[in-house]
């Protein structure tokens, strides 16, 4: 090893070092980036969402929803193009119907829900039950972005 602790490296050793790392913290930071920015945020547990089969009955549809099921219809049954627009008119028509419905029975679907963490709460320590509330919190935050991108 030379004097005064400096490593004598060939130039082409040291540059397949300096790319090497490079490499490798081009990979970190992709990597970084794809879980920060790019990756979609997770479904919230507690919030209304389409996981649940009452949940997504009490969200009413997206026009962009609609087309797409009315897309997948098409195709799937090959239908004509007066089928389609029969469709089309029938959706449009008990859309509304849908909506009153959502309406009336919303307010007990969310009375239930709030009774069942009550109960929930019951059973926990002071600690999960702080945590529980936060995941809550979280949750609704989350709910409330995915819905404020929506088309």
């Given at each position: 090893?030379?004097?005064?602790?400096?490593?004598?490296?060939?130039?082409?050793?040291?540059?397949?070092?300096?790319?090497?790392?490079?490499?490798?913290?081009?990979?970190?930071?992709?990597?970084?980036?794809?879980?920060?920015?790019?990756?979609?945020?997770?479904?919230?547990?507690?919030?209304?969402?389409?996981?649940?089969?009452?949940?997504?009955?009490?969200?009413?549809?997206?026009?962009?929803?609609?087309?797409?099921?009315?897309?997948?219809?098409?195709?799937?049954?090959?239908?004509?193009?007066?089928?389609?627009?029969?469709?089309?008119?029938?959706?449009?028509?008990?859309?509304?119907?849908?909506?009153?419905?959502?309406?009336?029975?919303?307010?007990?679907?969310?009375?239930?829900?709030?009774?069942?963490?009550?109960?929930?709460?019951?059973?926990?320590?002071?600690?999960?039950?702080?945590?529980?509330?936060?995941?809550?919190?979280?949750?609704?935050?989350?709910?409330?972005?995915?819905s404020s991108n929506a088309p």
């Amino acid at each position: 090893m030379p004097a005064h602790g400096k490593l004598d490296l060939p130039a082409r050793w040291l540059a397949v070092i300096v790319i090497g790392a490079i490499v490798v913290a081009s990979v970190v930071g992709g990597v970084a980036i794809d879980r920060v920015l790019l990756k979609p945020a997770a479904p919230p547990m507690f919030a209304d969402t389409g996981f649940h089969p009452l949940s997504s009955v009490l969200r009413s549809p997206t026009p962009e929803e609609r087309r797409r099921l009315r897309g997948q219809l098409s195709r799937e049954l090959a239908l004509t193009a007066a089928q389609d627009s029969a469709i089309d008119a029938i959706m449009m028509e008990r859309a509304g119907e849908f909506s009153a419905l959502r309406e009336e029975i919303r307010p007990r679907v969310e009375r239930l829900v709030s009774d069942v963490r009550s109960d929930m709460e019951q059973v926990l320590t002071p600690e999960q039950r702080a945590r529980f509330r936060r995941l809550q919190l979280r949750d609704a935050d989350s709910a409330r972005r995915m819905s404020s991108n929506a088309p």
